[in-house]
């Protein structure tokens, strides 16, 4: 039998934050191994006086940082090279993006002996390299986070590209729904909830409370409800869901938006380091 | 596009109400009938107009060619076929060699049937060609999809007053042998809604299929019934001319907790739901499905004499009723089997137990009964609280598929994991049901669906078919060809069926799952495993399993 590779090792009884943040304990441990072995060895260089860039050990820190650098920017690579599938699961490439990642910081860190380099290039390629480790990590975050807000707080999903779509159809089923309504129900819905179906509508709740505050709202339909008949109480239950799947739809646009958005923070800045990491090994290799 | 493959689909588009079939041709054929023509049919004349009239849009007439191929084994078919005129052959061929696009539907399994009927001693009929029964209307040839009496190299003519294909098509099983007319030959040919309506209306028409069901197939299947192997071929023998066969529509009820048991039941084919009361409402404690049973708590512990649960079809259900007495008197003489099903009540009670205590786990059952998921041998789930809407899994798909994902990340939810709208690849596929030239069919390897796009003609029967809207058509831009065949196609905007085929050609396994950064892609293929899932348990084992069915290994 083939034997496939087990890659979401999760343990069990391990508290589910843990579970959430470090999908691979084995991939935590490596990490953790290896930059104690960096920092330990750069603790022994520097008692040799090989603390400098341009020593021994500070070039080994700086070529090593840079191979480690290419292996994380493989992650891109693979991402667009999904049709060759011999080159193996997306996932151990983001193990190593994001792991390979803080160890170039720490590789160029060492690099530089923990100091912000004077030079123009050195000095933007430590920014860039800080820039972009920690708007990574940012990023890391916000992919924790904002699923969880998506998937407690949620009952729809829904694709990022098609809400705009599918917001227009809400409107017209509301606006259908209303035509025929009570005075009551069509009263709350030109006052609370047109202005809300007239298109997707990113708010800054949404990163607190998923629903966007439904509960509250919903209070006010609970309020006109009691005024109603039974026929038009149907109605407004059906108004009410319509636009509780609003709110959730904004709820989506806005988080999922998010976590494309974050990559603006960091992948241009990520070329840009690449950029200048090229530029920096041909002065050191001309000079 | 090759020119053969016109050809192919020209020789197999021919007609719809043959399904998959080599067609050397109808010669003529039937358009809607009415109920007069209807009565003069010797299997429809008792029937009231009113049934008649549900019937017409589902029975058509008509007259192959001699030689013309009807259907080859392995392949399904939502039709049955009763002879007016003419012979059929009904015979085995190997399938080592075959080329042919068509007829390479579950290969395995008619390897697997051939190995077993090694295993069955043959009967006496079975050397040379054997004549069907007298074909008089009251005695029907009925062929099964499981006729293990038919050995290879041998033909059963089938004459005159016969059917054939009900099983079959009733139960979604694909056919065991190929048929060819023999003779210029008149067939009425009943799809499966009229099929089913029929079994409801004409009581004569049950009564001929539960005969030949018990005559050519109950055995066997009793036979190979986990529960029941192991038990002598006569006391089988016994068993099978003692039970009753019975048919449920969608939602009946079959047993009632609290009520007296006095029966087991075996399942031919289709779901049970089996629910418990709890406070105010009913429990579903779990459900079973083909060739597993009910009834045999109530029957092995003394001292319990009632159902123990409520059981309703879930679906189109087909039973075997065993009387609780019949079935005493079966496991006291066999040790082994009696062993045996107190292994499995220990386990069914301990099930029943679980759920109780968890609640949550009813919820899913009904979910997988209700999207299909029971069905299912490959299911792909998301962990939503892990995924990141990245849409790498549909790229991943699309990338791997000419540019056409086979799925979208949207679908139904059940607690944080989504099930997209994805191929389950279905333990009884009716996506397979009706495509007029064979493009979609099993592949060799496990239970995976695939699309030959090369046959395709965009007709959209897969698509209708599919309960579970797992199938899409995509638009390719483009139009048939001038010489395109059949005909009716050319200048028109050339569509193709599109589905999860579970990438099983590639040693990587789905690239749904291989393509997700975040690890949130998951197959599953038992609800134990998506049960684990939630639970969150490690997903090892679900993941092995999976991939280690996409790999074919």
Redesign the interface.
């Given at each position: 039998?083939?034997?496939?590779a087990?890659?979401?090792?999760?343990r069990?009884g391990a508290p589910?934050w843990f579970?959430?943040w470090v999908?691979s304990p084995r991939w935590l441990l490596g990490f953790a191994i290896v930059a104690t072995l960096c920092l330990a060895v750069y603790a022994a260089g520097t008692v040799y006086g090989q603390s400098t860039a341009a020593s021994t050990l500070g070039m080994a820190y700086g070529i090593a940082a840079a191979i480690v650098g290419v292996a994380v920017v493989a992650?891109g690579g693979r991402?667009r090279a999904?049709?060759i599938?011999?080159l193996?699961?997306?996932?151990y490439?983001?193990e190593v993006h994001v792991y390979g990642g803080v160890l170039f910081l720490l590789l160029v860190f060492m690099h530089t002996a923990f100091r912000v380099p004077q030079g123009l290039l050195t000095w933007l390629l430590w920014v860039t390299s800080l820039w972009m480790t920690v708007s990574g990590l940012f990023g890391l975050v916000l992919?924790k986070w904002?699923?969880?807000l998506?998937?407690?707080g949620l009952?729809?999903?829904?694709?990022?590209d098609r809400i705009p779509d599918l917001i227009v159809e809400l409107r017209n089923r509301a606006d259908a729904l209303v035509e025929t309504a009570a005075e009551p129900v069509r009263a709350l819905y030109r006052r609370e909830v047109a202005p809300v179906m007239e298109g997707p509508q990113p708010r800054w709740i949404y990163y607190i409370d998923a629903t966007g505050g439904f509960r509250s709202k919903a209070r006010r339909f609970e309020h006109i409800r009691r005024l109603l008949p039974g026929a038009d109480q149907a109605a407004l239950d059906e108004l009410l869901e319509l636009y509780r799947t609003k709110l959730e739809m904004d709820a989506h646009f806005t988080l999922?938006r998010t976590?494309r958005a974050w990559l603006y923070l960091h992948v241009p800045a990520a070329i840009l380091m690449f950029g200048l990491l090229v530029l920096h090994v041909f002065f050191v290799l001309y000079y | 596009m090759t020119d053969q493959t016109m050809l192919v689909r020209a020789a197999l588009f021919r007609d719809r109400w043959s399904t998959n079939g080599d067609r050397t041709g109808i010669r003529r054929q039937s358009t809607q009938m009415t109920v007069e023509q209807l009565k003069k049919l010797e299997i429809l004349k008792d029937l009231k107009d009113s049934v008649l009239e549900e019937l017409i849009p589902d029975i058509s007439v008509a007259q192959w060619e001699p030689g013309a191929m009807l259907f080859e084994e392995g392949s399904y078919l939502d039709l049955a076929f009763y002879i007016v005129e003419g012979d059929v052959d009904l015979f085995l061929q190997k399938h080592e060699g075959a080329a042919g696009p068509i007829f390479n539907t579950r290969q395995l399994t008619a390897r697997d049937i051939a190995d077993a009927r090694q295993q069955v001693p043959q009967s006496p009929q079975s050397a040379g060609a054997v004549p069907a029964s007298p074909s008089s209307p009251e005695q029907f040839t009925y062929l099964s999809t499981m006729d293990f009496d038919l050995a290879r190299g041998t033909t059963q003519r089938l004459t005159k007053g016969d059917i054939f294909g009900e099983i079959g098509a009733l139960n979604g099983w694909p056919q065991s042998v190929t048929a060819r007319a023999a003779t210029l030959t008149t067939l009425v040919q009943i799809r499966l809604p009229a099929l089913r309506k029929l079994k409801r209306a004409a009581t004569g028409f049950k009564a001929h299929v539960d005969r030949v069901y018990r005559e050519r197939t109950l055995l066997h299947h009793l036979r190979t019934t986990p529960p029941l192997r192991g038990c002598s071929e006569m006391a089988l023998e016994a068993l099978a001319r003692k039970v009753e066969l019975r048919s449920l529509e969608p939602n009946e009820p079959l047993t009632r907790e609290g009520e007296t048991a006095d029966a087991v039941y075996l399942v031919r084919s289709g779901f049970l739901k089996l629910s418990q009361s709890l406070g105010a409402g009913d429990l579903v404690v779990t459900y079973v499905s083909k060739g597993m049973t009910i009834g045999e708590v109530e029957a092995l512990i003394d001292g319990v004499v009632n159902w123990q649960v409520s059981t309703v079809a879930a679906g189109y259900c087909e039973v075997v009723r065993i009387d609780v007495a019949d079935f005493l008197e079966l496991v006291r003489a066999h040790p082994a089997v009696e062993a045996r099903l107190w292994e499995s009540t220990v386990a069914r009670i301990k099930e029943a137990g679980f759920t109780r205590k968890n609640p949550e786990r009813a919820e899913l059952i009904e979910f997988a009964l209700a999207r299909g998921l029971a069905q299912g041998n490959s299911i792909l789930v998301m962990d939503l609280d892990v995924c990141t809407r990245c849409d790498d899994c549909v790229r991943g798909c699309a990338s791997t598929h000419e540019g056409r994902p086979r799925f979208v990340r949207e679908g139904e939810r059940f607690g944080n994991f989504l099930v997209p709208r994805s191929c389950f690849h279905c333990e009884d596929p009716v996506c397979l049901i009706g495509c007029p030239t064979g493009a979609i069919r099993r592949t060799n390897v496990g239970e995976v669906i695939a699309i030959d796009d090369a046959l395709c003609i965009g007709c959209g029967s897969c698509a209708d078919n599919c309960p579970y809207d797992a199938i899409v058509m995509h638009d390719t831009g483009t139009v048939w060809p001038e010489h395109a065949l059949p005909e009716r196609l050319r200048g028109e905007e050339r569509l193709v069926a599109s589905k999860c085929d579970l990438c099983h050609d590639s040693d990587a396994g789905p690239a749904c799952v291989n393509s997700c950064p975040h690890a949130c892609a998951f197959r599953v293929s038992s609800l134990d495993e998506f049960d684990a899932l939630l639970r969150g348990e490690t997903p090892a084992h679900a993941l092995l399993r999976g991939e280690t069915r996409a790999d074919g290994q």
């Open positions: 039998m083939k034997k496939a087990i890659y979401q090792q999760k069990a589910g579970n959430k999908q992650y991402r999904q049709r599938r011999s193996g699961r997306t996932w490439y983001l992919q904002i699923p969880t998506l998937a407690s009952s729809v999903e829904v694709h990022v999922q976590l | -």
